[in-house]
DNA sequence: TAATATAATACGATATTCGTAATATTCAAA
DNA sequence: TTTGAATATTACGAATATCGTATTATATTA
């Protein structure tokens, strides 16, 4: 298989600038609606991708320490957004559930990914939409 | 122009979501190795492409208070990595530019970038980069 | 059963962000 | 040209976030 030609590199960084950027700022203003900062932002999403999942598999996820992940918890669990149980299995740790308060902020945040995504896809004709997403598709396949 | 359809979007966002996290994660990596945080490397990388800019500029652009931007000029002068200068035009602000420091820093992050984007378009064929290309440069062009 | 490993939390140190107030400079009008 | 308002930044203090170390509780292994 070649590579892709330096120029390719350089178009492809320019435009994912500009489409990165937009996901901050709809990530920004959805979090500035509930008050919450960027890693409670990525806390909320990943537990309500794996409900049930332990402090420690948030903060290795998220690279952050495990403290800051707990204090992270405390604040959403303070706002009612998320909820701590000590599994009979392993009471060493936490299970982590997000409550209807949480899953409502998790929704909000993905409707705003939504606008992004589709004010991206807008300007495609609808066959130049289905060859893009395949061609994404097979890109995100190959994931590290 | 047709509306694309909720399975596109999702199907984007699915994607787009992993694609930022290639990112995310070259930034990280890159700011750990020079000890800066997010604001400090986006500041930096604005600079690069914007010298001479004012900090209100910048503040403006990140979305941060000034004060929070003038904190950050602070941490980046102090490593010799950013300029203060007050330009003749107007003595109230200050033109801002990088140091080779901070310069050869911006070159690390942009090598980072370039590689998560090779790595995306590794597993394309050469005539499905080209078009993935047209498409997303399509997109692009139609930012807000 | 004792020793070790694992999972989370309490606490304190450091750093960041932001709002308010102060300073310096420019612009406009009387 | 002097006064007043607007602009650009900085100083300072309060609130908050992150992280490292030590501690507690539970599980695993020898």
Redesign the interface.
Known sequence: ????TQS?????????E???R??KVAE?GAAMEHNLNALDVQALLFVEDHPGCSLGDVARYL?VAMTTMSSAADRLVRRDMMERQRPEANRRSVALTLTAKGKASVAGY?AG??DA??????????E??I???R??????????
């Open positions: 298989m070649t590579e892709p390719q590199i350089d178009q492809l960084t320019i435009a994912f500009r489409f990165t937009r996901f920004a690279q993905m990914y939504g995504c589709r004010a991206m896809l807008d300007p495609l004709d609808p130049e939409r060859e893009f997403l061609l994404t598709d097979k890109m995100a396949k190959y994931d590290i």
